[in-house]
Nanobody, 115 residues
Framework: QVQLVESGGGLVQPGGSLRLSCAAS????????MSWYRQAPGKQRELVAA???????NYADSVKGRFTISRENAKKTVYLQMNSLKPEDTAVYYC?????????WGQGTQVTVSS
């Protein structure tokens, strides 16, 4: 059984930084696309950033230049470094992995940006 476990969320002041991690466990022979989504209260879930096996990355316009997605394939882990955080970044952040045995979501981690 495949599980994704996220960590690193919390409360941070505007302008601060957080680093999210998402590690996969279980029998996975290949992880293709690793991505981060977020969902704010009353809003739809949206793609924040994604990275492919070949290293290609893409970002939502709202986070370009502030967030960086990276991955460690051997550890089956994806990271999201978030800098210059803004109140509008407040949301539950979810990781998603497209793998050789299907697509999986993490349980979500809360990020709150507030003074």
């Amino acid at each position: 059984q495949v599980q994704l476990v996220e960590s690193g969320g919390g409360l941070v002041q505007p302008g601060g930084s957080l680093r999210l991690s998402c590690a996969a466990s279980g029998s996975i022979f290949g992880i293709y696309v690793m991505s981060w989504y977020r969902q704010a209260p009353g809003k739809q879930r949206e793609l924040v950033a994604a990275t492919s096996t070949g290293g290609t990355t893409n970002y939502a316009d709202s986070v370009k230049g502030r967030f960086t997605i990276s991955r460690e394939n051997a550890k089956k882990t994806v990271y999201l470094q978030m800098n210059s955080l803004k109140p509008e970044d407040t949301a539950v952040y979810y990781c998603k992995m497209a793998t050789s045995v299907g697509g999986y979501w993490g349980q979500g981690t809360q990020v709150t940006v507030s003074s």
